[in-house]
């Protein structure tokens, strides 16, 4: 019988209180944001591991632009064999603030059919952001986390071999803009949306600064008015994100992962009251073939028939009472030993959230 597994989140303090947090912990300042860069390059170097010519033409396409922009005229009709190459996608994430010289890591990703990356050389490529500017120049070795071996018609492969890391692979070329520094106010976006962490957030900064330094605009965005000094303004969001705040009790949740039989639970679910009753059905068809041998000299036919046999199980329905106060844990553990299924458990909660005995909200993943 497939069990759930079940994880209580313990985020609360004794008594039901929730722990002060800090407000770099709760929000986001707005505009300090990382953006991510992707671009397309070339993989040389490889040990007879790269991309087929059949099956990605664009790879060879490739090669002979980069030889053109080289200085290297290929003649006319010229087709170059990209075994030793391999067509990559590469991934990067500019950090916010991130200054031109500043070298960052990039991830490359096989985009043809090459079998291995292992060995090879990134060719100096641009990293592109939304806009289609270029942020950052990649080139670099790549290193490949798995390994792989073949022979005699086996092969034996651990981790992936068409992925790899460039570790500070790129240069940024091109800075990104942030307003942080213009204006009389910036921007503290919350996490989550709550209008009474966002009432909290801005009552413990007039405390702390005094005034109207902060305002709710909804509740998730609050305003606050910074000095337009960078020197200052830095130590002021230094003070700033270092304010404990209490965040607003947690809501009940609970969240199924129906594929893994996973269940995930906070501290504030509550139950009331209720009978479960369980019970199971199952129709069952065995299909037999019987040969009919006709008798000698009787100019009869052989005949292939099937005896179909059908049985229909009723398991008996069992019910649990559940009192009020159960934790969730009890009632799953109770239905696990009526032999629910995860589908049938899934169900339960549904129906148990209908009645309204389960006083949480219910996400099913």
Known sequence: MKRFLILLLAVSLAGGAVAAERIKDLANIGGVRPNQLTGYGLVVGLDGTGDKTNSSPFTGQSMTLMLNQLGVQLPAGTKVDPKNSAAVIMTATLPPFARVGQTLDITVSSFGDAKSLRGGTLVMAPLKGADGQIYAIAQGN?????????????????????????????????????????????NLELLTTDFTTANRVVQAINREFGGATARAVDGRLVQVRAPFDSNQR????????????????????????????????????????????????????????????????????????????????AAAGKVISVPRGASLNQVISALNALGASPQDLVTILQAMKAAGSLRAELQII
């Open 142 to 186: 790549v290193i490949v986390g798995g390994a792989g071996a073949s022979g005699g018609g086996s092969s034996v492969q651990v981790n992936s071999l068409s992925v790899g890391r460039i570790p500070e692979g790129a240069t940024v070329e091109r800075e990104v803009p942030n307003a942080l520094g213009s204006g009389d106010f910036i």
């Open 234 to 313: 830095v130590q002021f969001l230094s003070q700033l994100e270092n304010i404990a705040v209490n965040p607003a009790d947690l809501s009940p949740v609970v969240i199924i992962n129906a594929r893994t039989g996973s269940i995930v639970m906070n501290q504030a679910v509550r139950l009331e009251p209720c009978a479960v009753a369980h019970g199971n059905l199952t129709v069952t068809v065995n299909s037999t073939p019987e040969v009919s041998q006709p008798n000698p000299l009787s100019n009869g036919n052989t005949v292939t028939t099937n005896n179909a046999n059908i049985n229909i199980t």
